[in-house]
């Protein structure tokens, strides 16, 4: 009896382990945290001062490329010409910016100036299409907000209409007879399009002696105190020929993008006609358009020559 007692006291104790063994589970690494992609195109502002202390909030543009965790691209601060806190890399770099290296962890990312962090670093936090963050080491502070833009959705054209269906009960109807051809008409004249009145050609207007131009710093579209003196003398003249229009061309000097260079002739001109209709000239006599580097005065690459060509023409013409 003693010995049939221990062999089920073992057996007992060998079921347990058994059962303590079958009802452990082993749990695996957990997951690693998905990483954001700031791959694409993305516009916004930076905010500062200068180097009065006064706020500015000015353009700021990126085009980023991530590959896993990493990427690469270019980041370009506008008008930071007086923005001390700016590194110097990014305010010498003008409309193009600077090459970038940057590294994401998660939803926080690193950027860095390609040829090295001392150049250029800033911190990002992203949230979904908006990414925002500070100039490491900048004082004043320099915050940087982007927003990425959306690629555009093509819109399907509409399917064409089934063809008419006859059903088997009803005969084809008998195609009609030809007609007679009538003799051919003579071909009536095209009244060429009116020309629209809000957007003459530029072809249509002429310098003239009496409206000067103005020029700009690099990188900006503000009105100088010397030029905005020239702007009063165009205004006179304006004020004086009340049946001329004007037309403003907006130019720039060749560094930066084309398309950076259009948007920033078009800053210009509208700058200059903000000031004519301020003082007293009437909108609808002003119209604007830009150039940007197509049509320099100047080709040198000299900034005595770059000067030249950073400018706002005014021509004129009849009603």
């Known amino acids: ?13 060998v079921a347990s382990g058994c059962a303590a063994r079958t009802t452990t ?3 695996g690494p957990p997951p690693a945290p998905a ?21 500015r ?54 950027m860095r100036h390609a040829l090295g962090p001392r150049l250029f670093t800033a911190d990002f936090t992203v949230e979904g299409d908006r990414m925002s963050g500070y100039v490491r080491d900048a004082k004043p502070s320099v915050m940087i907000v982007l927003t990425r833009l959306k690629p555009a959705v093509p819109i399907a054209a509409a399917p064409p209409p089934p063809p008419p269906v006859l059903l088997p009960s009803t005969p084809p109807a008998p195609a009609p007879a030809p007609a007679a051809p009538e003799p ?17 050609e530029p072809k249509e207007f002429a310098e003239v002696a009496e409206v000067k131009p103005i020029y700009f710093d690099f990188d900006k579209y503000d009105i100088r105190p010397d030029d905005a003196k020239i702007l009063e003398a165009n205004v006179e003249w304006l004020k004086a020929h009340p049946e001329m229009l004007v037309l403003i061309e907006g130019h720039c000097d ?42 320099p005065v100047c080709t040198e690459e ?17 009603r």
């Open 302 to 318: 000299t900034e005595e020559c770059y000067a030249k060509n950073r400018r706002a023409i005014f021509l004129v013409r009849p």
């Open 57 to 110: 909030t000015e353009d700021a543009t990126a085009d980023l490329l991530q590959q896993g965790s990493r990427g690469s691209g270019r980041i370009a601060l506008h008008t930071t010409g007086v923005a001390t806190a700016v590194p110097v890399a990014l305010r010498n770099a003008g409309l193009t910016g600077v090459r970038v290296d940057f590294q994401v962890s998660r939803s926080k990312v690193v």
């Open 184 to 200: 051919p008409k003579a071909p009536e004249p095209i009244a060429a399009a009116p020309a629209e009145p809000g957007r003459p």
């Open 25 to 27: 589970t082993t749990m």
């Open 254 to 295: 060749p560094r930066g993008t084309p398309e950076y260079n259009i948007a920033l002739g078009e800053r210009r001109a509208r700058a200059a006609r903000n000031h004519l209709i301020s003082s007293g000239v009437a909108a609808d006599r002003i119209s604007i358009v830009s150039f940007g580097a197509e049509h």
């Open 1 to 13: 009896m003693r010995r049939v007692g221990l062999l089920l006291v073992a057996m007992g104790l």
């Open 35 to 55: 990483i954001v992609d700031i791959s694409g195109k993305w516009v916004g502002t930076w905010q500062g001062y200068d180097a009065q202390g006064i706020p």
